[in-house]
């Protein structure tokens, strides 16, 4: 691992994920995604609860001294909104490309000003790639993460959690180490994918 990787690993207090799962994806994200944009710039939007709303500030406004951003009734929402957020403050990172001879449209990611064709779609249609858009935004920032996984509910998480375990957790065992022992809480029931 990584010093950077160490240092990072070490910073943190707590966390949901065991660290042998997180050090797998570490490794794997390392060697996938390279250069990535620093997740630390993400926002900085607070959730809180004044008179029965659900507010969104930023870390430095105070409830009551500033105007907040939205409220929603629930939290849930302000907890989407905030990982939404994240996403609105950047510039759109995807765009179509001209219509192929083969009726597609290219797929293309802005890496810094240049455009990288990442797939094709058959449809030109712009609610995908504004979606497409803010789930990039929340896969690179942590904050909108976990925010996104707060406005989940415990039984999606739960099964969130089964579901990486059984794509990801197992496929990213380092072959230096033996195999996980499986007991009764860690095994996955067989999930039917569509």
């Not at 910073?11 to 050090?23: H, I, K, V």
């Not at 997740?39 to 500033?66: K, M, N, S, T, Y």
């Not at 957020?85 to 240049?114: K, M, N, W």
């Not at 095994?187 to 039917?192: C, G, K, S």
Request: aromatic share 8%; proline share 7%; hydrophobic share 40%.
């Amino acid at each position: 691992m990584s010093s950077s990787n160490e240092a990072r690993r070490s910073a943190a207090r707590a966390n949901a994920f065991r660290d042998g799962f997180l050090d797998r994806l570490i490794a794997r994200d390392d060697e996938e995604n390279p250069g990535d944009e620093d997740p630390e710039r993400a926002g900085d939007w607070q959730v809180h609860e004044i008179d029965g709303r659900f507010v969104l500030l930023r870390d430095w406004e105070r409830p009551g001294l500033d105007v907040e951003a939205c409220w929603f009734h629930e939290p849930g929402h302000a907890h989407l909104a905030v990982a939404a957020l994240a996403a609105a403050a950047r510039g759109a990172t995807f765009s179509f490309g001209p219509e192929t001879t083969a009726g597609t449209f290219p797929i293309q990611r802005s890496d810094g000003g240049a455009l990288t064709v990442i797939g094709e779609s058959r449809w030109f249609d712009s609610d995908f790639l504004e979606s497409l858009h803010a789930l990039e935004m929340s896969r690179r920032s942590p904050r909108a993460l976990a925010y996104l996984l707060q406005a989940a509910s415990g039984p999606t998480i739960e099964m969130a959690g089964r579901i990486l375990e059984r794509r990801i957790g197992r496929s990213l065992e380092s072959p230096k180490r033996p195999p996980a022992v499986a007991v009764e809480s860690d095994v996955a029931p067989d999930i039917e994918e569509p």
